[in-house]
């Protein structure tokens, strides 16, 4: 099974940064079982809402023509327990990208508060070494990331509508 740990971006600039949110329900089945009657996010789940939200914004730098994997993690810290009725933020910056892999910094966020950060390594495989590997040619961009994809597309066409600069201008 997987399971996307973002709900929608709410900011993608392209080759740069984004910001995904994620709203958190007592219906989540993980609040059950992971500390029972104390309904608190793992830090391993956060780590993977990072991951999905830096990992969409590596793969559409590429086009999508690379699986983006989640290779190393050489640096998390956490500052409180995340719980359920809250939404968790995303925000990942674009440090690095060449074409054996990228790095991000991503803060995770509640209510503009600082409750977690971290670095992510991914590594590039094309869909050869991938169907290697693996036995699939895309086992990263598909399912619900690859709803989520369309709606990084979506995000970015919106930004880039003539309206919308127009509006923008207006406002500075």
Do not use: C
């Amino acid at each position: 099974m997987r399971w996307a740990w973002i709900d929608r971006f709410v900011d993608f600039k392209s080759g740069q940064s984004a910001k995904a949110v994620k709203s958190l329900s007592m219906a989540e089945d993980y609040f059950a079982d992971h500390i029972p009657g104390y309904p608190a996010m793992p830090a391993t789940l956060m780590i993977e809402g990072l991951a999905q939200t830096g990992g969409l914004l590596v793969g559409e730098a590429d086009d999508f023509r690379d699986n983006v994997v989640l290779a190393k993690v050489p640096v998390a810290r956490f500052y409180r327990e995340v719980l359920a009725g809250e939404q968790v933020t995303y925000d990942v910056e674009l440090e690095s990208i060449r074409p054996e892999g990228a790095s991000i910094k991503g803060r995770i966020l509640v209510d503009g508060e600082l409750v977690g950060e971290a670095e992510i390594f991914f590594a590039k495989l094309t869909a050869a070494r991938t169907q290697e590997v693996f036995g699939q040619a895309n086992f990263v961009f598909g399912g619900e990331l690859q709803r989520m994809m369309n709606l990084v597309k979506a995000i970015i066409k919106q930004q880039q509508s003539p309206l919308r600069q127009v509006q923008s201008a207006k406002k500075q």
